[in-house]
């Protein structure tokens, strides 16, 4: 049985360690980012990683897993944020254990290995552990008797420790259709001297935990009232780490365990309290360290601040947590020193932390850093606002919104700080008035949409074709990386949804052939396009993808012929649009790598585009790249390609790669045996997209562009090959023909345009003084003839061809010449828009006429606004027709104020 485990690392070693013994396969813990999932915003389960092989799109070459994955819940239907820091077990970041078995063991074993863990392995106490297992309150779905009958079973099991609870707590769903089943929860007792348990609800009480949930996939949902059974079983179970911890550490707090006191003594160390201080105001304890460790894992797994999505969560646990230092005295920047222990105390078990310490910590000090700087504003702004309400009343989402965009403080913290004056916030309102910034956090159940009526009928159709003998267990063969052509006959053709043995020409049909050299869509590269070709018919391929597990489907249109299920083919590959993109692939890597190199080691890759007309980048990196090292970047990587390294494609198992130093991309799904792409010493991913064999292949590459996408990510786009010898030709084109246009040779260009600014610069001059010399001229003419109404000096008048400038220093001559009693009004059209400026002298504004007042009135004609001082106001608008009909309404406006 070995020695009892006693620190929480122990204990999550224990747990993959039992299960490892149990013949599952260890899987490592997928990115916090899901791989492929659209639906998530985080990984919030250990299961995530699996949803494929429930759904039946994926397969693995195991039946039994075992891991502890990292998760998130703080957006979306899985949310604990407001809990935390209020008690002793909410968490942003959490470990989930668990235990799957696809289609292998089920009810007896799962229960059987719980039983033995908890029992003999951990030695918790056997009558302080109960159990929960489902029956329908509606009476429609049948009671586990089963889960039953194997706890009973169960050596020191006591049948009063077994309660039975309905759909809420105890029937599992993956969405409105699809696998589900009961399960089967486990609680254990914190306070057994309270006495015998009568009462299932007491199980909800503080007097219990819930430390494993046991969940068993028996049935496949087809509508509100029709449950199939599957035709193979699965186990999904998880874990809580920090709650096992807690009890076996003999603790009444997660925050007490050796996972995460460390992190709540350095914040007491930083703050000085005594023992008694700190307890007495545990909360911003508390959140310090939960957010502290959650930031930590976040940035190790590409997520930085920003202002969107994942990016915004991290911006605000970073912020939030900072804030809430401030509730103990805290308040310069300080996060950074907690996250290190995080690192120290996580990275044996996750060893990207390590991998990124430098940036995890930079990264968090350059938040605080920034947040610093307008923390004292915000607060204030925030609490004159909040003093406008009365207790119970709501702060509208409009203004929570304009704190976050003009001071940057997040909704959750204006949410606290209202909290704790009794107030609250209107957050649909905010979401509202944010919403270019609304985070897309996979609304609905937590794995998203089913395949529904495609994906069983590619399952069916895959089933008959293995029945066959046309396809193996394994299904369509996949291998792009080899060949581009394959032959074999036709298996199947769908069109709009239904199997078809013949198509015609501009048929838009689907085509399963046993094999294909087709790239799927994958990893940033997008899909490969060409024929599938017969005797006397073409099909267009213009799209692949897998539909379910073991099947890859080829999209196109009938260009001609007619054909047929059975018919011999021909899958052919577009070879040039293929060449361009793996030149383009192979370009990403060495960017990647030239960006490691000449920006640091923060700059990692944050998503990518592979075309064969072009590459896009982007990265983490918190500024825009300097001219200077744009053209180191690209300089950095035709060197590499010069160099013509032959690159390195090899298959080995995920753990061993990434201990070899191979970069795994936050976001990207991996097997356990995965693809890894080397060049030289530089550059070593992880990659299943299609490449070069040597370097040089890649041929020229040109950066287009460098730019933001969001806030803490850039973007670089870029060229390679026929594409890059396209663009310098036509740069080159353009340059001579721009040369002989100002008859110099090419080499003399640039100092030939700028001569020819500088002489541009003196003319624009000359022509400005001239300008206000006329103005002036202009002026001294209209003083003769002003406009008296009401006993008021008024001249309105139309500058052509004028500026601001020009405006501004004919108002103030205006006002030299005619110091009291005088109102002037000039107008002019700039880029195709009217601009104007109003003066008033000083007697008149003593009376109530201001020059700001006028320039609205006037403005509001030409479809405009503006303001000012009451002595100057300018404006603008959007209709120059309307500008002489504006500046005649001025007069009437003057009389309306004297009256």
């Not at 207790?391 to 909290?419: C, H, Q, S």
């Not at 004056?421 to 209107?426: H, K």
């Not at 541009?760 to 003083?783: F, G, H, P, T, Y």
Request: aromatic residues 6%; glycine residues 8%; hydrophobic residues 35%.
């Amino acid at each position: 049985m070995g020695k009892k485990p006693k620190t929480g690392n122990e204990i999550r070693q224990s747990y993959i360690d039992f299960f490892i013994d149990k013949k599952h396969n260890f899987v490592r813990s997928s990115s916090l980012v899901p791989g492929g999932d659209a639906t998530l915003l985080f990984t919030n389960a250990g299961m995530v990683q699996f949803k494929d092989i429930f759904l039946g799109t994926d397969q693995r070459d195991y039946q039994r897993a075992t891991n502890s994955q990292k998760c998130m819940r703080v957006a979306g239907k899985h949310n604990d944020l407001e809990d935390v820091g209020q008690d002793d077990t909410h968490h942003t970041f959490f470990e989930m254990m668990g235990n799957w078995s696809f289609g292998d063991y089920y009810k007896k074993e799962a229960i059987t290995y719980a039983w033995e863990l908890l029992t003999e392995v951990w030695e918790l106490p056997k009558e302080r552990i109960y159990a929960t297992v489902f029956k329908d309150e509606l009476g429609q779905i049948p009671t586990d008797d089963e889960a039953v009958k194997y706890w009973k079973e169960q050596p020191g099991f006591s049948m009063d420790r077994l309660f039975y609870l309905g759909r809420k707590e105890n029937f599992w769903e993956m969405g409105d259709t699809g696998p589900c089943g009961p399960c089967s929860e486990i609680h254990y007792d914190l306070r057994p001297e309270e006495g015998p348990v009568t009462d299932k609800a007491i199980l909800g009480t503080d007097r219990f935990t819930e430390i494993w949930n046991l969940v068993f996939i028996q049935y496949n949902r087809k509508g509100p009232d029709v449950l199939d059974p599957l035709p193979n079983k699965h186990v999904d179970t998880g874990l809580g780490l920090d709650r096992v911890v807690a009890i076996l550490q003999n603790v009444n707090s997660n925050y007490r365990t050796d996972l995460l006191l460390p992190l709540v003594e350095a914040v007491q160390e930083l703050t000085g309290d005594s023992d008694q201080e700190r307890d007495k105001n545990l909360t911003p304890y508390r959140v310090i360290a939960d957010h502290a460790r959650a930031a930590a894992f976040l940035i190790a797994d590409g997520v930085v601040p920003g202002n969107m999505g994942r990016n915004y969560i991290c911006r605000m646990i970073i912020r939030r947590g900072y804030r809430f230092g401030g509730h103990v005295g805290l308040h310069s920047p300080f996060l950074g020193q907690i996250a290190t222990l995080a690192v120290d105390l996580y990275q044996d078990a996750y060893p990207e932390l390590k991998q990124n310490r430098k940036i995890i910590l930079n990264t968090i000090a350059r938040e605080e850093e920034q947040f610093q700087q307008t923390l004292e504003n915000a607060t204030l702004h925030l609490e004159d606002l909040l003093n406008e309400l009365k207790a119970g009343e709501t702060l509208a989402g409009e203004v929570a919104a304009n704190l976050y965009t003009t001071f940057g403080m997040p909704l959750e913290i204006t949410r606290d700080i209202a909290k704790e004056r009794g107030l609250s916030v209107d957050e649909d309102g905010f979401q509202k008035a944010m919403e270019q910034h609304r985070l897309n956090s996979g609304a609905g159940h937590a794995m998203g949409d089913l395949g529904g009526e495609e994906v069983e009928l590619y399952r069916e159709l895959l089933n008959d074709l293995q029945k066959n003998d046309k396809l193996d267990s394994g299904g369509v063969e996949y291998n792009p990386y080899d060949e581009l052509t394959a032959q074999g006959s036709i298996l199947a053709m769908i069109k709009d949804n239904k199997k078809v043995t013949s198509s015609k020409e501009k048929d838009q049909i689907q085509v399963v052939l046993p094999k294909t050299p087709f790239y799927m869509e994958s990893g940033g590269q997008v899909s490969d396009t060409g024929t599938i070709e017969g005797d006397d018919w073409s099909i267009a391929v213009h799209d692949i993808y897998q539909p379910a597990a073991g099947m890859i489907v080829h999209k196109g249109v009938v260009l001609s012929g007619n054909p047929k299920v059975g018919d011999q083919a021909a899958a052919i590959v577009d070879r040039k649009r293929r060449g361009d993109i793996i030149r383009n692939h192979t370009a990403t890597h060495l960017l990647h790598a030239a960006l490691d190199k000449i920006v640091g080691e923060h700059a990692r890759q944050a998503g990518s585009l592979v075309a064969p007309d072009h590459l896009r980048f982007d990265f983490t990196h918190n500024q825009a790249l300097t001219d200077e090292q744009v053209l180191a970047v690209e300089e950095e990587v035709n060197h590499r390609i010069l160099e013509d390294h032959p690159l390195q494609i090899t298959q080995k198992p995920l753990q061993e790669a990434i201990d070899e130093g191979a970069r795994a991309l936050f976001g990207e799904k991996y097997g356990d045996v995965v693809r890894t792409i080397k060049m030289g010493n530089f550059s070593y991913e992880l990659c299943g997209g299609t490449h070069c064999s040597r370097s040089s292949q890649v041929g020229l590459f040109l950066i287009t562009s460098e730019g933001s996408t969001a806030a803490g990510i850039r973007r670089i786009e870029a060229v390679t090959g026929s594409e890059a010898y396209k663009l310098v030709q036509t740069r080159f084109l353009e340059m001579n023909t721009a040369a002989k246009s100002l008859s110099t040779g090419p080499d003399q260009l640039a100092s030939q345009v700028s001569s020819l600014l500088n002489l541009q610069k003196k003319a624009e001059k000359s022509r400005d003084k001239l300008l206000r010399k006329l103005a002036v001229i202009e002026l001294k003419a209209a003083l003769e003839k002003l406009e008296q109404v009401d006993e008021i000096n008024l001249l309105t008048q139309i500058l052509e061809e004028s500026d601001l400038d020009t405006m501004r220093m004919v108002a103030d001559r205006f006002r030299q010449e005619v110091p009291k009693r005088g109102i002037i009004v000039l107008g002019t059209v700039i880029d195709g828009s009217p601009r104007l400026i109003a003066a008033v002298t000083e007697d008149l504004i003593k009376e109530g006429i201001k020059a700001g007042d006028l320039i609205k009135h006037v403005a509001q004609q030409v479809g405009g606004g503006g303001g000012g001082r009451p002595n100057l106001a300018e404006a603008g608008g959007k209709d120059p027709e309307k500008l002489p009909e504006a500046l005649n309404s001025v007069a009437g406006w003057i009389r309306k104020q004297k009256k």
